[in-house]
């Protein structure tokens, strides 16, 4: 969070012509979790997939140019346990199935490279995205303890490689660009999607 706060200062460090701030929004192409039945445990992928946010850049000499992004997207899933399989100690018989929503929250942090200094520029990019989920669904935590589909972590790290381009227009520019992200923990265990991709389109000013 302190390398996070940096970043987010830096505008007050930099000219008005070096900060550009605009909005994010995309599809993703795989959901958090998979459709699957592992040792008996069946998870249901339901998420809405879509991806929004703000974003901040401030370009930097030599063509480069550093991003922050805060970036939602819903996380919801079903977990269903099979007959021979009781809930664990505590927990109702009648509670062989739930259904598990979070609130995604992703901060990535990126450098990127532009080519070239024409109105429509490609660019690469690579950096961090540091991810927490919030408003889990708390009945998962009781329900499955152990095995497919057990939480394991809230937050964790990803990686973010991408490419793109961007397109100067009168007044704004519009980019667009393709990420993929590689988080170095499952939020839960056996069902989640590691390797994730999507496409964003962005507005700024």
Excluded: C
């Excluded at 979790?33 to 401030?58: E, L």
């Excluded at 346990?81 to 995604?104: E, F, N």
């Excluded at 660009?177 to 069902?191: A, G, H, K, Q, Y």
């Amino acid at each position: 969070m302190r390398t996070l706060s940096l970043f987010l200062a830096l505008p007050l460090l930099t000219s008005a012509q070096s900060l550009s701030v605009g909005i994010l929004g995309g599809a993703p192409f795989q959901d958090v979790v998979k459709n699957a039945t592992t040792t008996g445990i069946t998870s249901v992928a339901k998420s809405t997939n879509f991806t929004v946010g703000p974003a901040i850049q401030v370009n930097l000499p030599a063509n480069f140019r550093v991003e922050v992004d805060v970036l939602f997207r819903p996380y919801t899933f079903g977990l269903a346990l099979p007959l021979v399989i009781s809930p664990a100690p505590g927990v109702p018989a009648s509670a062989r199935s739930v259904d598990v929503s979070a609130k995604q929250w992703r901060f990535p942090l990126l450098a990127q490279y532009r080519l070239g200094k024409s109105r429509v520029q490609p660019f690469i990019e690579g950096g961090l995205s540091f991810d927490h989920l919030s408003g889990l669904t708390s009945a998962v935590k009781s329900t499955i303890t152990s095995g497919p589909g057990q939480l394991l972590h809230q937050d964790n790290a990803s990686i973010i490689m991408g490419a793109g381009l961007d397109v100067k227009i009168p007044l704004l520019r519009v980019s667009g660009e393709f990420r993929f992200s590689r988080p170095t923990v499952s939020n839960f265990s056996s069902i989640s999607n590691l390797n994730q991709a999507e496409v964003l389109v962005g507005v700024h000013f």
